[in-house]
DNA sequence: CTAGAACTTGAGGGCACCCTCAGGTTAGCG
DNA sequence: CGCTAACCTGAGGGTGCCCTCAAGTTCTAG
């Protein structure tokens, strides 16, 4: 898979090229930017942008893998804080600060590509360590413990609205929807919840079958 | 402007056609449906949608107009209500009910469209009432202090995003984030604020700039 | 019943994006 | 240097939505 014979050196060159300006035109205009536009940007034609990503998800994936990696750094770094709940506060702001940054990345906390598979590979294996920063949270008593790992979605979901409304206006706005949100996340503030959680695989669908 | 010169008699049928082929479809698929399916929905042809209702916002606001009206009243009999955080919590879980089940009604709670003046105006006047049940559920010491009603963008935001999401996996996970997000908002579980709240004005153009 | 204003119709031009493929170009091996 | 496979190009066909307008139809006042 690494060596999967070598691209000519120009095809190569363009390959880079096209995932240097996908990288910037998702960051600035999210996931669903035109492809013709990406081509322009990297000054090469539509038909090699497709010569080299067959579709968008491959030009996602070569974006947004390794961002997807970084965030599961962000949470070994969480596991490794003294303080669990700090930890734990630790991971959502950082994950939301690179969603108020980068529409791109935006898009994908909130909704899942299926057919980006590194994505979706590296996707999962910063939830298994999410499930962890919760668990651990919890255990110390200081996240409620009828919270789950599914019940994140509500607030990466929630923070994306919010980032993309308030980008332009007041880019910090977002921090104050988290705080809000954190300080209903806390066992000290834990009422009852009316409803049972999402099951995984139902949060699986539910970001699949997001349209817009 | 209640008497506007009668329209002929069939032309009056047709915009009652039109107004509920637009409910419908505005409910089902949310509020950029495509035109052309409305005009084909009402048995009527594109031209003529377009000779009752120059743009867009002019059917949404035949449609939603009366809607808006609605939420006041649910407003009103919150004000009515005794227990002025019961009230609260009743006016953010009817208006989320609403967004729950009718998709364009969504759209509008997270997203402004200036010419829809009928619309538009209707929602001034459910702010003003909004106003009065944040600063009641305050002055009971339930609600924390230093919410603005403008923070209860986010919670609209978040649910949009939510309701959306789960629509067809699990109808009412909406409630259990709003019970997430109702518990950081008891007076209890206040933690100070990282940021200033939004302006009224920052807080209307943000809703008026949210693209998709 | 008739005239003419009011209304309806749907084909069609415009636009933005998607994706393909036939024909021209270039890298790099021998 | 020459040859071939790899690569690039961009015009163009497809789709879906917007909106307009010239030509026909229908209502209604007189």
Redesign the interface.
Known sequence: MVTARPLRRDAQRNRELLVAAARALFAER?IDVPLEEIARRAGVSIGTLYNRFPHRAALIDAVFADRVTATAALAEHALAMDDPWEGFVFFLERVCELQATDRGYNDLA??RIPEATATEEARRHGERLMRRIVARAQEAGAL?AD?TLE?L??VF??????V???R???P??W???L????????A????P??????RPE?AM???G????
């Open positions: 999210g909130a909704r409620r919270l019940d979605a509500f979901w929630g923070q994306a609205r919010t993309e409304a308030t332009e206006i007041a910090d706005a921090r104050r929807h705080a809000l949100m954190l300080d209903g996340l806390r000290s503030a834990a009422h919840l009316p409803e049972p959680p999402l139902e669908q539910a970001m079958g997001c349209r817009d």
